[in-house]
Nanobody, 122 residues
Framework: VQLQASGGGLVQPGESLRLSCAASRFTLDYTVGWFRQAPGKEREGVSCIEKDDSTTYYVDDTKGRFTISRDKAKNTVYLQMDSLKPEDTAVYFC?????????????????WGQGTLVTVSS
């Protein structure tokens, strides 16, 4: 299972980024989550989409600003991040989740992708 996260970068507060999580060598027919880890902090769940796309999850401080979606034809899950804040600065990871249901708990991760750095600074 190989996941490739991309799309991070340096942006100013209020700007947007779209992160991509692409799968290679397998069909991304899983519940997929985005996590982030800021310097000196624990990794936390940010958003999740269940394998049938019926349910999505967002941590409270991203609701209304972040949108998770899946393009099955491209075998990719996206995280659209709008109105970015300095506190969103972190390394963002995508991961497949064990089972069907979303979870923001890293202990329920089946496979991690490598991270992509998001820096929000003026």
């Amino acid at each position: 299972v190989q996941l490739q996260a991309s799309g991070g970068g340096l942006v100013q507060p209020g700007e947007s980024l779209r992160l991509s999580c692409a799968a290679s060598r397998f069909t991304l027919d899983y519940t997929v989550g985005w996590f982030r880890q800021a310097p000196g902090k624990e990794r936390e769940g940010v958003s999740c989409i269940e394998k049938d796309d019926s349910t999505t999850y967002y941590v409270d401080d991203t609701k209304g600003r972040f949108t998770i979606s899946r393009d099955k034809a491209k075998n990719t899950v996206y995280l659209q991040m709008d109105s970015l804040k300095p506190e969103d600065t972190a390394v963002y990871f995508c991961a497949t989740i064990k089972g069907t249901y979303c979870s923001g708990d890293p202990h329920f991760v089946y496979s991690w992708g490598q991270g992509t750095l998001v820096t929000v600074s003026s």
